[in-house]
């Protein structure tokens, strides 16, 4: 089939719907001569009249009336088609890619995205937990979750939580045979339960700010870790000193069963944000997902 046959019938149908030029014309958007013209060159090439014309109405010939029949259904079932697939593009659908760190996951992404995917099931979320700097384009993901400091200039960063802080703690039993740091250097002489990044392989070093001075302590101990959560469980048995967020650790500090050291050195940061490429282009259900994981004070 020639590429204007098609247009031509869905022509021809409209007039032959609706027994008249001039609706078939408004309902196309054409005028009614363009609408006339293209029926009857439509007409001379297949070699047969499809429309009897009289100055009061227009009516199906017999070799009409045959194609209307046959055409109808199909153009119907066309209709049909791309009015799913509008619907479908549309639709709030897809996979969103995110990686965040563990901590991340669990105070900020599930609690804030759980409405969402209730109210969307046809959008699925994935949540890759990782502590290194990941390069979100080259490792495909839609967006990633880091503290407002660590996130590039050249990408877009949505603010999804309060600011931070971090915090030193150790288990009352590890503090009755060690004395408490006072000040970040003390922490030579602890044994101290170490993060390893996933990135570059090295320990996370740990930062400190107090007056305007800020140090960066490389610390040494038994255990190694590449997650908070364990590096928690590993103070709570008194193996050591950890350095985690506050917020990870702030029940255990409540009921005592951690004790905080150094908070004199911790001040707050910017908190985690979400962030993106700049040139990525916005689909409605990563739309949906920065909203649900918007940041608003209360």
Not at 91 to 120: C, M, N, S, W
Request: hydrophobic share 40%; proline share 5%; aromatic share 8%.
């Amino acid at each position: 089939m020639q590429r204007g046959h098609l247009d031509d019938l869905a022509v021809f149908a409209a007039v032959g719907r609706e027994s008249s030029f001039t609706k078939a014309a408004k309902k196309l958007g054409v005028s009614q001569p363009a609408l006339s013209q293209t029926i009857r060159a439509f007409e001379a090439r297949l070699g047969v009249r499809l429309l009897s014309r009289t100055t009061r109405s227009v009516a199906p010939t017999a070799a009409g009336e045959r194609l209307l029949r046959t055409l109808a259904p199909k153009l119907d079932e066309i209709e049909s088609e791309l009015a799913a697939l509008s619907e479908l593009r549309e639709k709030p659908a897809g996979t969103i890619r995110i990686t965040a760190t563990e901590f991340a996951v669990d105070a900020l992404l599930i609690p804030k995205l759980t409405k969402l995917l209730r109210d969307y099931p046809d959008i699925n979320v994935e949540i890759s937990i990782d502590y290194g700097l990941t390069d979100i384009v080259t490792q495909r993901f839609d967006a990633g979750v880091r503290s407002g400091e660590q996130v590039a200039k050249d990408m877009i960063a949505v603010r999804i939580g309060p600011d931070m802080r971090m915090a030193v703690v150790g288990a009352p039993a590890y503090f009755r045979k060690r004395p408490e740091p006072k000040r970040p250097q003390d922490l030579v002489g602890h044994n101290c339960i170490n993060l390893r990044l996933p990135s570059h392989g090295a320990f996370y070093a740990w930062e400190f700010e107090k007056g305007g001075r800020e140090l960066k302590v490389r610390v040494e101990g038994q255990l190694v870790c590449n997650a908070t959560a364990q590096m928690v469980n590993a103070a709570l048995a008194g193996l050591g000193l950890a350095y985690v967020p506050e917020g990870l650790v702030a029940s255990h500090l409540a009921k005592g069963r951690l004790q905080r050291v150094l908070e004199d050195w911790c001040p707050p940061y910017a908190g985690y944000h979400l962030y993106y490429p700049s040139r990525r282009q916005s689909s409605a259900a990563f739309a949906l997902v920065v909203e649900a994981l918007k940041y608003r004070s209360k």
